[in-house]
């Protein structure tokens, strides 16, 4: 685990740094704290990530210049900020939690142990997709995202109106900040759940669903059960 901590305050930035060592142990590989937002631009843009820990305020700096960009990164973001009112805000960008100061131990290992899938994560205040692009970042309103494809670490998002974007996150991290309205039909499929027309049974225990649009996408044996009661 690769981590990075952006946080001005040195006693805060301290107390998380321990809490995050004592919890990650022996699967931690770097961690690594910076006190400014040019710092923590500068060790994302120069260091493989899986976690960023960010502060949203840096000695009067906004750490959303840093949210903005990270959301559309590989890496996981969780934000740890006094700043509750913008909670919602940093959900809609696609943070997987919000952990508000002062806080304890104990909340800040939920927040960790969403990282690792031990806690179930919701987030359903996910608006927008952020897709990197040589000018700057785009950001995708969710309401125009038909299904999304595995590429390998990358995903493939399908629009309605027509166009694919690559996104950096894993088929993996993008289903956990997907709001309950897609669904996981494959290994390599996520699809928006009003977007499924029909469920199609072919001979040899194989499925699929036709989307509103005519798409065939396929569905894993083990999906199909689980997918088939949601229709019901």
Excluded: W
Excluded at 64 to 72: C, G, K, M, T
Excluded at 217 to 228: A, E, Q
């Amino acid at each position: 685990m690769r981590i990075l901590i952006i946080e001005d305050e040195a006693r805060i930035a301290k107390r998380i740094e321990r809490m995050t060592k004592d919890f990650f142990l022996n699967t931690l590989q770097q961690l690594t704290c910076v006190h400014s937002l040019v710092d923590g631009i500068e060790h994302i843009a120069n260091n493989p990530l899986d976690l960023l820990l960010l502060d949203l305020n840096l000695n009067g700096e906004n750490g959303f210049d840093v949210l903005q960009q990270s959301v559309s990164e590989a890496f996981h973001t969780i934000i740890i900020s006094a700043n509750k009112h913008q909670a919602l805000t940093a959900f809609e960008y696609g943070v997987l939690d919000f952990v508000p100061k002062p806080f304890n131990k104990i909340r800040l290992e939920q927040a960790f142990n969403r990282v690792l899938k031990k806690e179930e994560v919701t987030t359903e205040n996910l608006q927008y997709l952020a897709i990197k692009k040589r000018t700057g970042i785009q950001l995708v309103d969710i309401k125009n995202v038909l299904y999304i494809k595995g590429a390998g670490m990358y995903t493939e998002v399908y629009l309605k109106n027509g166009k694919i974007e690559l996104h950096d996150k894993s088929l993996e991290k993008l289903s956990q900040l997907l709001p309950q309205s897609f669904h996981r039909i494959h290994k390599s499929y996520l699809v928006k759940l009003s977007e499924i027309k029909e469920i199609l049974v072919q001979t040899g225990s194989k499925y699929s669903v036709e989307l509103n649009s005519g798409k065939i996408l396929p569905v894993g044996r083990t999906k199909y059960k689980n997918l088939k009661e949601l229709f019901l």
